[in-house]
Structures are given as structure tokens and as C-alpha cells.
């Protein structure tokens, strides 16, 4: 188990900038793939980005090109940078933790991740 924290989220205007983090609290943080997802409201929870162990980065059709994820091991820590955000991204987000360490290819669906922060609301207004 990863303990997960999110943070950074906010009310900001289409086609601004926030940019989301997560710290992790756990020794296994640089062998797991980190997801993030998000929840709108009457929505189902869904894949945003996935970034692998490998420190290879994979996006949802929806947000690629605008938003870009990272992680730093030293610091335990994921991020996603969100540009030119749309009212449609307006949702909780959520950061993850894969179940498995050193996975041969990376997790991005929901079933794959066993740890997870408690989420941040991010909401654009247009």
C-alpha cells in the first residue's frame, strides 16, 4: 500500500493552467506506475494519464496535448500540468498508485491500482 495526497486544485478560467500534485508516503513509490483520473459529477471515474515506472508517460485521447505528467522519485512525487483547460475538465481528480512494482507493460485502467489519494476538485468556468 502507497498512502497518496493530492494537491493544487482550484477554480480557474477555460483555457487556464494548474498544475495537480501528489505526494506518496511508501518505499515502493520509483518501482510503481502512477495514474491520474478523474470523476465529474454523475460521471463514471476515468483514465486521464498513466506514467510508468520506466518514466514513460501515456494520456487520454481527451487531454493529450494540453495536459503533461511527470514524477520526481527523489521526491515522491507526481504532477500533472493542466494547460488550456476546458469547462469539460471540471471534476475531482484523483492520483493513483499501481498494485504491482515493475510492471512489463503499464497499468491504465482502474482495476490496476490499488492505492489511491482522496482527490482535488478542479473546476473551469467558462
Known amino acids: 500500500q502507497v498512502h497518496l495526497v493530492e494537491s493544487g486544485g482550484g477554480l480557474v478560467q477555460a483555457g487556464g493552467s494548474l498544475r495537480l500534485s501528489c505526494a506518496a508516503l511508501?518505499?515502493?513509490?520509483?518501482?510503481?506506475?502512477m495514474g491520474w483520473f478523474r470523476q465529474a459529477p454523475g460521471k463514471e471515474r476515468e483514465f486521464v494519464a498513466a506514467?510508468?515506472?520506466?518514466?514513460?508517460?501515456y494520456y487520454a485521447d481527451s487531454v493529450k496535448g494540453r495536459f503533461t505528467g511527470s514524477r520526481d522519485n527523489a521526491k515522491s512525487t507526481v504532477y500533472l500540468q493542466m494547460n488550456s483547460l476546458k469547462p469539460e475538465d471540471t471534476a475531482v481528480y484523483y492520483c493513483?498508485?499501481?498494485?504491482?512494482?515493475?510492471?512489463?507493460?503499464?497499468?491504465?485502467?482502474?482495476?490496476?491500482?490499488?492505492?489511491w489519494g482522496q482527490g482535488t476538485q478542479v473546476t473551469v468556468s467558462s
Open positions: 506514467l510508468s515506472w520506466r518514466d514513460t508517460t
Open positions: 511508501g518505499r515502493t513509490f520509483s518501482s510503481r506506475d
Open positions: 493513483a498508485a499501481s498494485r504491482e512494482s515493475y510492471t512489463r507493460v503499464v497499468v491504465t485502467t482502474i482495476s490496476g491500482f490499488g492505492s
